[in-house]
């Protein structure tokens, strides 16, 4: 929502600014400056990424519209999620999880967490190393590893889109400069006619430089730093996956590793102790109900 009303207010702002310098937008309408830098970017993402980075961008971008989706909610989920789980493995054995992590889709306690279930990432990260502790054998400091590695993997996949869309943003004011320079070239073809032409034509070519430089700036640049942000968000729901992983492996207590868990939480999305300390309690009192 806030993305969609950041782009009104960059092109209400600047065409606003024309008019009021008594600008006619009809010379802003250059169909074939917006073709030449338009069609030059995407070529360029085309010449400069595999496909599947170009549909992880079309994902990511897509998601900008959508609104972050690491919420507070989501954060306290999760943890109840991994209370949930730990709190079983520590009253009833390790083993009683294992029906839970080989089939999440058909689990009981994943089933609460639509979000964890949706999540391509999160979710064979925290049901596959549970999988390894049931096998049994794998110390806390070479899980640790094993959990930093997939994290650096999936932070080095996940900055290639984002990145991608800051060289083509880079890219867009010199893009302008290609499209201003082939209309000087044209201005200069038709150097012996009428001054108002000759106007006309300089005026399109700069509206070429124009474009490239509002795109960059306005749009392209703004939006990969959105995505950034966002794969920040999704690094701390991993890195909250991974410390309570951690934490019980090294034999805490299911409260005490959901609060190490908490700890790693942006202030912004993280549950107060309050909030957490009120879930797990609703988590033992429909537990000892059954």
Do not use: W
């Amino acid at each position: 929502m806030f993305v969609i009303i950041g782009i009104v207010v960059v092109i209400g702002s600047v065409l606003g600014g024309f008019v009021m310098h008594h600008g006619q937008l009809a010379v802003l309408v250059q169909v074939n400056e917006f073709i030449i830098i338009g069609g030059a970017a995407i070529g360029s993402m085309l010449v400069g990424a595999p496909m599947r980075i170009l549909k992880h961008l079309g994902a990511n971008v897509t998601l900008l519209f959508k609104g972050d989706p690491y919420t507070k909610e989501e954060f306290l989920n999760l943890l109840k999620t991994m209370f949930e789980l730990f709190h079983i493995a520590t009253k009833d054995g390790l083993m009683n999880i294992e029906q839970h992590i080989e089939k999440p889709e058909s689990s009981a306690i994943f089933s609460k967490n639509t979000f964890l279930m949706h999540h391509h990432h999160a979710l064979p990260y925290l049901a596959d190393t549970l999988k390894l502790l049931l096998s049994g054998g794998v110390p806390a400091h070479d899980l640790e590893s094993l959990l930093d590695a997939d994290m650096d993997s999936l932070h080095a996949e996940g900055a290639q889109a984002p990145g991608l869309l800051n060289k083509t943003s880079d890219s867009l004011p010199g893009l302008g400069i290609v499209a201003a320079v082939l209309g000087i070239i044209i201005t200069m073809q038709a150097i012996n006619g009428p001054p108002e032409e000759i106007g006309m034509k300089v005026a399109a070519a700069l509206v070429g430089t124009f474009i490239g430089i509002l795109m960059c700036y306005g749009f392209l640049g703004p939006m990969a730093s959105h995505i950034e942000i966002i794969h920040q968000s999704e690094a701390r729901y991993m890195e909250c996956i991974k410390v309570g992983i951690i934490s019980y492996a090294k034999g805490n207590a299911p409260a005490m590793v959901v609060e190490f868990s908490r700890r790693v939480i942006f202030s912004d999305f993280r549950p107060t102790f309050a909030e957490l300390e009120q879930a797990i309690k609703d988590i033992k009192s429909s537990s000892a109900a059954k």
